[in-house]
Antibody, heavy 120, light 113 residues
Framework: EVQVVESGGGLVKPGGSLRLSCAASGFTFNNAWMSWVRQAPGKGLEWVGRIKTKTDGGTTDYAAPVKGRFTISRDDSKNTLYLQMNSLQTEDTAVYYC???????????WGQGTLVTVSS | DVVMTQSPLSLPVTLGQPASISCRSSQSLVYSDGNIYLNWFQQRPGQSPRRLIYMVSNRDSGVPDRFSGSGSGTDFTLKISRVEAEDVGVYYCMEATHWPPYTFGQGTKLEIK
């Protein structure tokens, strides 16, 4: 059974930092390009960033609003994806989803999301 | 970046009737390999998104055949042949041709009339 479980969300003050984790099981994690997608309260889906597999170079790409503030990393030995968020702003308040988001005939898995609230 | 524009944004439908959602991209989604990487997602109330369709018209495993996708170039459509109560939610198109970034449409909220 596939499981994707995010953790680490919570309340943080503007300018603060938070690290999200995503524990994956039931599929070959080290073969999957992994993304973070967020959804502000009552709003639509926004892609945050993606990390490729080590085989494909392990490189990362980020959406413009988070570039330079957020960092995605992975630990294939633990089947875990991370999102380090620094210099958080109120606009970063959202549910953050971990996903194998892709556009090809590969399975598409999503976690249940973790809520990050940035507020003073 | 590509802009994805969905219409309508709200879609009231009678149970058993068909529904159609349009998605238009600001530029062609044909990739250099000749394929079009256009996905459709469903997000039921209180749930995570779920992919329904990839590469314009291919249904994911477990997706009922009342869902179908079509389109080419810059114009795409998701159709539900007969709406059921479990189809209530928000539907998003997403292009994966011109990544990064992956770009979603604004979402279309389907409700039962």
């Amino acid at each position: 059974e596939v499981q994707v479980v995010e953790s680490g969300g919570g309340l943080v003050k503007p300018g603060g930092s938070l690290r999200l984790s995503c524990a994956a099981s039931g599929f070959t994690f080290n073969n999957a390009w992994m993304s973070w997608v967020r959804q502000a309260p009552g709003k639509g889906l926004e892609w945050v960033g993606r990390i490729k597999t080590k085989t494909d170079g392990g490189t990362t790409d980020y959406a413009a609003p988070v570039k330079g503030r957020f960092t995605i990393s992975r630990d294939d030995s633990k089947n875990t994806l991370y999102l380090q968020m620094n210099s958080l702003q109120t606009e970063d308040t959202a549910v953050y989803y971990c996903t194998t988001l892709n556009g090809v005939p590969l399975n598409d898995y999503w976690g249940q999301g973790t809520l990050v609230t940035v507020s003073s | 970046d590509v802009v994805m524009t969905q219409s309508p944004l709200s879609l009231p439908v009678t149970l058993g009737q068909p529904a159609s959602i349009s998605c238009r991209s600001s530029q062609s989604l044909v990739y250099s390999d000749g394929n079009i990487y256009l996905n459709w997602f469903q997000q039921r109330p209180g749930q995570s998104p779920r992919r329904l369709i990839y590469m314009v018209s291919n249904r994911d495993s477990g997706v009922p055949d009342r869902f179908s996708g079509s389109g080419s170039g810059t114009d795409f459509t998701l159709k539900i042949s007969r709406v059921e109560a479990e189809d209530v939610g928000v539907y998003y198109c997403m292009e994966a041709t011109h990544w990064p970034p992956y770009t979603f449409g604004q979402g279309t909220k389907l409700e039962i009339k």
